[in-house]
């Protein structure tokens, strides 16, 4: 039951968010995921690791697949490096059960995440204003 309305408040959230205020949602689940993967390592419950790993891969993947090179130019080529290098790392991760390959992402998606939550800010201000 807390479930349902876990979901149904996400999706309200998503809904009436802006696009920026989206890719942060997107950030901090991919990092929440990331870090549920790390505590399934080392109580060595693959069923979980694996889980919250493809939840992960998932949404990264996803923001990968949305990056817009036309307007978004160098920066967008950055990300998608930085996001196959995610991909990558987290890939390993699975594969070697190994927490070590979690920290750079979880990195990447901090730094990331503090970014777009600031141009979030910044949009919500400028909402004000007019």
């Excluded at 039951?1 to 991919?30: F, G, I, K």
């Excluded at 505590?39 to 419950?45: K, L, T």
């Excluded at 490096?81 to 390959?101: F, G, Q």
Aim: net charge neutral; proline share 1%; hydrophobic share 40%.
């Amino acid at each position: 039951m807390l479930t349902q309305y876990t979901n149904q408040y996400r999706q309200t959230q998503v809904m009436t968010s802006s696009r920026v205020q989206v890719v942060v949602l997107l950030y901090d689940a991919a990092i929440q995921s990331i870090e549920l993967a790390r505590a399934g390592i080392e109580s060595n419950d693959l069923k979980e690791k694996g889980r919250f790993l493809g939840r992960a891969i998932s949404i990264i993947g996803e923001l990968n697949s949305v990056l817009d090179f036309e307007q978004g130019g160098e920066i967008a080529r950055s990300l998608r490096r930085l996001y196959e290098y995610m991909l990558n790392e987290l890939v390993t991760a699975n594969v070697r059960n190994d927490v070590r390959h979690l920290d750079g992402p979880l990195r990447c998606l901090t730094t990331l995440r503090e970014g777009w939550r600031e141009i979030a800010t910044q949009e919500t201000s400028m909402a004000g204003v007019r």
